[in-house]
């Protein structure tokens, strides 16, 4: 999907790219909203500071940052 929407687009930050005509899309994992809404604040923060370094979020590095 990603590579789709991107085609003759811009791929921009935390998972948001345009797409030929201008439409915006954010591309999210699943799990991300899990990761996310981790009840231990130090992990939801490593969570947060990786993905805000992401182009294309990849979920198997959140969890690596999860679980430093």
């Known amino acids: 999907m990603w590579a789709a929407l991107g085609e003759s687009g811009t791929i921009e930050q935390c998972g948001w790219l345009k797409d030929r005509w201008g439409l915006s899309w954010q591309i999210l994992p699943k799990q991300l909203g899990e ?24 979920i198997a590095a959140l969890e690596a940052a999860a679980s430093r």
């Open 35 to 58: 990761l996310m809404n981790d009840p231990d604040p130090a992990r939801a923060q490593r969570i947060t500071e990786a993905m805000l370094q992401m182009v294309k979020l990849d």
